[in-house]
C-alpha cells in the first residue's frame, strides 16, 4: 500500500450570489492528477505540466513556528498546459500549473501568500490527524484564483476549512480527528496540487474569515516521519470574478460492510435543491474499497455517470471540459464495493486502514453563501 494518499479535490466558494445561468467563459481548473483509472465516460480536461520555480519572499511568521508568506512570485513554475476548452471553460489538470509563471490573466501576482503549518511527527505504523488555525492572509474579502499545496511522505488528505474570525495558532492534534469538517475552500487527496479556477471563477474567503487546514497522514512503514505542509494561494484581480464555486460532498456516514469475504454494495443517494454546474468529480474510500460510481439522474431524464473508479489511494478527478448542467432536483447517487478481509464487521470511520468510508464529490457553480459553499451531507472526514 502506498504511503501517500490524498484527495484532489476542490470546494470553493463565492464573493456574492449568482444567477444559476451564469457560466464561465474560458479557463482552466487544475490540480494533482493521482493515478489514471479510467475515469468517467464524460470529456476530461488535457493535462498541463510545469517546471520547478522558486518560492515566494518570506512574510509574517506566527509565533508557533507555523507562518505565512508573500510575495509576487509563487511557489511554482508556470505550465504548459492550456485552457480545457473554449466552450464553458472546463477545469484544467496539471502537476505544477500556472501558477508563479503570471501567465494567469485574471491573476494578482503581487498578492501571493503561503501558509505554512507547523512540522509534527508521524510514528511508525500509525495514523494522524493534525489542525492548525490561520488568520486572513490579506486581512480583507479575496477571490482565490490558484491553491497550490505541497505535502510530502505519508500525507492521505488535507482541508482547507474556514474558520471565522481565525488567528494564528500552533499545530495540534484535531479535537474531532478524522472526522473533522466545516465549510471549505480547498481539499487535496494528492500530495502535490495546483488548482486554478476558469475564467471569471473564483473562491471568496471573506474578510473576517482565515483557515484551518485539517491533514490526515498516514505511516505503514516502521520508521517515524515528520510532516511538513505548506498551501500557497493566489487572488485575482479586482473585479475578475464574477461566478462562484463550491464543492458538493456526499458521504454515506451509515455504511457497514459485514465480514463475508465477497463484494459488498454500499449506496446512497441525495437530491440537488439548486441548479449547478459540476466542473469536476472525483472520490474517496478506504483501503478495503474496490470500486466506486456517481451518478446524476435529473428530473424526468436517465442517469448519467459523473465519475468511476477502482483507485482507493488518490484516485484521479475527472474534469469536464464544458460544465455538466444539472437542474434543481437531479438525484446524485453514488456506490462503492468494498471487499472485508477481516473477521469484523467494518464501520464508517476516519481510518483508512480500519474503516470504511464512500465520498462523492464534485466541484460546481455558483454558489449562494460565501461563506459555506458546500451542498450535500453535513457530515465530513475522509
Known sequence: MKLASIIGLWALVGAAAIGCSARPQSGGFATDP???????????????????G???????????GGGVASGSSGSRGSSSGGAASDAGGGLQTTTQ??????????????????????????????????CQNFANPWGKQVD?????????????HLFAFYQSNATNGAVAQCPAGG?????????????????????????????????NLMVHYLNSGSSPLTAHVSLTMYVAK??????????????????????????VVSTDSNTLGQEVYILESSSHMHKFGQSFTATATPPGGAAQTLYTTTQWDEPKPTVYSTPIHL??????????TDINTTSQTLTFGEYAQTNVMCISVSIFYPVTDITNPVLGTPIGGL
Open 34 to 52: 493521482g493515478d489514471d483509472d479510467g475515469g468517467s465516460s464524460e470529456d476530461a480536461a488535457t493535462t498541463g505540466s510545469g517546471s520547478s
Open 54 to 64: 522558486s518560492a515566494g519572499s518570506s512574510g509574517d511568521t506566527n509565533a508557533s
Open 97 to 130: 500549473g500556472d501558477a508563479a509563471g503570471g501567465g494567469n490573466a485574471e491573476t494578482d501576482y503581487s498578492q501571493t501568500k503561503t501558509i505554512t503549518m507547523d512540522s509534527f511527527p508521524v510514528p511508525a505504523n500509525s495514523e494522524v490527524f493534525y
Open 144 to 156: 482565490i484564483k490558484t491553491y497550490d499545496l505541497t505535502m510530502d511522505t505519508g500525507s492521505h
Open 179 to 211: 472526522l473533522t469538517y466545516g465549510a471549505f475552500t480547498f481539499l487535496s487527496q494528492s500530495p502535490k496540487a495546483v488548482e486554478t479556477f476558469p475564467d471569471t471563477v473564483g473562491a471568496t474567503l471573506p474578510a473576517t474569515t482565515g483557515f
Open 238 to 263: 479586482t473585479g475578475a470574478v464574477t461566478n462562484h464555486a463550491g464543492v458538493i460532498f456526499e458521504n454515506n456516514a451509515t455504511m457497514t460492510v459485514p465480514a463475508t469475504g465477497k463484494p
Open 327 to 336: 437542474p434543481a432536483g437531479t438525484t446524485l447517487t453514488w456506490s462503492c
